[in-house]
């Protein structure tokens, strides 16, 4: 069992940046596929990131402005946001999952409670 906690959201104004952080609880953190996906207000939950050893994966829309990263030896993966824009206001929401690789939400087992992130214009 893997519980997962978030930090880092807040309030910003547009251009401004965050960084995201998920701590995760259990052993063999290394091993896990570690992902950030967000949900906005009426949409479906939508892949932002990926981190599974030396892969890093990430969706179109924030290519060059989010990096994910991991510190295996304090379990926890961080999401740096630059150059946030209002449109990626959403909850953000960190998961975890053994095995392959996956950027679909329903193929990971394990859910943080989300932080929300708010750009302002």
């Known amino acids: 069992q893997v519980q997962l906690v978030e930090s880092g959201g807040g309030l910003v104004q547009a251009g401004e940046s965050l960084r995201l952080s998920c701590v995760a609880s259990g052993r063999a953190f290394s091993s896990y596929v570690m992902g950030w996906f967000r949900q906005a207000p009426g949409k479906e939950r939508e892949f932002v990131a990926v981190?599974?050893?030396?892969?890093?994966t990430y969706a179109n829309f924030v290519k060059g402005r989010f990096t994910i990263s991991r510190d295996n030896a304090k379990n926890t993966v961080y999401l740096q946001m630059n150059s946030l824009k209002p449109e990626d206001t959403a909850v953000y929401y960190c998961?975890?999952?053994?095995?392959?690789?996956?950027?679909?939400?329903?193929?990971?087992?394990?859910w943080g409670q989300g932080t929300q992130v708010t750009v302002s214009s």
């Open positions: 981190n599974w050893g030396v892969i890093r």
């Open positions: 998961a975890a999952r053994q095995g392959a690789y996956g950027i679909r939400s329903d193929e990971y087992d394990y």
